[in-house]
């Protein structure tokens, strides 16, 4: 495939956990950075987690501390894991590769290689 694939997702209760995988489209030694980003409903995408080739990860303030981004290169798949999640943390997430990081250590996603997106609905 050409792009991520994602999958994992579903309905949660709140306070529950969920793990997404992202199969990445190339060996992950090869890619830059993985990252992960959500839309919730009616609102935009945003960034949640990356990791870089190097290892280094990043985190979305709203995330930090609940959620894991980690890497299985064997399997050329990033992971997501998710606990404690809430009804806020319902949204289609999103795998990025290739992106690069700029001033401050912001990620910048590749728009060439999104995933189809992963569907996470949290329940209160």
């Known amino acids: 495939h050409v792009q991520p694939v994602e999958s994992g997702g579903g309905l949660v209760q709140a306070g529950g956990s969920l793990r997404l995988s992202c199969e990445a489209s190339?060996?992950?030694?090869?890619?830059?950075?993985v990252a992960w980003y959500r839309q919730p409903p009616g609102k935009e995408r945003e960034f949640v987690a990356s990791i870089a080739r190097g290892g280094t990860t990043t985190y979305a303030d709203s995330v930090k501390g609940r959620f894991t981004i980690s890497r299985d290169k064997e399997l050329n798949t990033v992971y997501l894991q998710m606990n404690s999640l809430k009804a806020e943390d319902t949204a289609v997430y999103y795998c990025?590769?290739?992106?690069?990081?700029?001033?401050?250590?912001?990620?910048?996603?590749?728009?060439?290689?999104w995933g189809q997106g992963t569907q996470v609905t949290v329940s209160s």
């Open positions: 990025n590769e290739g992106g690069t990081y700029v001033s401050g250590g912001r990620y910048l996603p590749n728009r060439r290689s």
């Open positions: 190339r060996t992950l030694s090869s890619i830059n950075a």
